[in-house]
C-alpha cells in the first residue's frame, strides 16, 4: 500500500511538472514573418527569455517602446511567446505605431502570420522598415552578450558577426519531361 502510494505521488509530481512546463513554453511554431533568418531568431528569442526573463522585459521596455505591463500580460495571462512580444513591439515600432497596436491586430486573427500584419503595417520583407527590425535583432543580441550568426544582408554592417549559413532551398518540382 505503502510503494503505491508512492508511485501515485511521483506520477502526480511528473504530470504537474509536464503541465507546467508546457504551460510556461508552449510549443513554438514559425512565426512567419517572411524571413526565415528572422523566424529562427525569434525561435531563439524564446529560449533566451525563458531562461532571462527580466532582461527580456527590460529590453522591450527600454529599447522597443513596450509598455512593461504589457509585455508582463502577454507572457504571463496571454501566453504568448516571446518571439511574437519580440516582432510585434519592434514591428510597430518601425512602422511608427504603438506596441499595443501590432498586438491587436494578431489577436483579431490568431490564424494570420506576421507577415500579412507587417504588410498592413506598411512593412514589406524587402523594404527597409524590416531590414530595421533585423539589425534591432542584432542589436538586442549584443546587449545580451549572446552569439549570433548573421543573416547576409547584415553582414556588412556587423561584420563581427559570422554568416548564418543559408537553409536549403527545397528542390523545384519537374512539371513534364526532363530538364
Not at 512546463?21 to 525561435?43: E, I, Q, S
Not at 491586430?105 to 520583407?125: E, L, T
Request: hydrophobic content about 45%.
Amino acid at each position: 500500500m505503502r510503494y503505491r502510494l508512492a508511485w501515485l505521488a511521483a506520477i502526480a509530481w511528473l504530470a504537474c511538472a509536464v503541465a507546467f512546463a508546457r504551460g510556461a513554453n508552449p510549443p513554438t511554431a514559425t512565426p512567419g514573418t517572411g524571413d526565415a533568418w528572422v523566424d529562427a531568431t525569434l525561435l531563439d528569442i524564446d529560449r533566451y527569455a525563458a531562461r532571462y526573463p527580466d532582461a527580456f522585459v527590460d529590453e522591450m521596455v527600454r529599447y522597443h517602446g513596450a509598455p512593461r505591463e504589457l509585455v508582463g500580460e502577454l507572457l504571463s495571462d496571454r501566453r504568448w511567446s516571446a518571439g511574437d512580444i519580440y516582432f510585434a513591439c519592434t514591428l510597430a515600432q518601425f512602422a511608427g505605431q504603438p506596441c499595443r497596436n501590432a498586438v491587436t491586430q494578431r489577436q483579431r486573427d490568431a490564424s494570420q502570420d506576421w507577415q500579412a500584419i507587417a504588410q498592413r503595417f506598411g512593412v514589406a520583407p524587402d523594404g527597409d522598415a524590416f531590414h530595421r527590425i533585423k539589425r534591432a535583432i542584432v542589436l538586442s543580441y549584443q546587449r545580451w552578450a549572446r552569439p549570433l550568426e548573421v543573416d547576409a544582408s547584415l553582414h556588412a554592417e556587423f561584420p563581427e558577426h559570422e554568416v548564418a549559413p543559408m537553409a536549403p532551398k527545397p528542390a523545384s518540382k519537374r512539371v513534364g519531361g526532363r530538364r
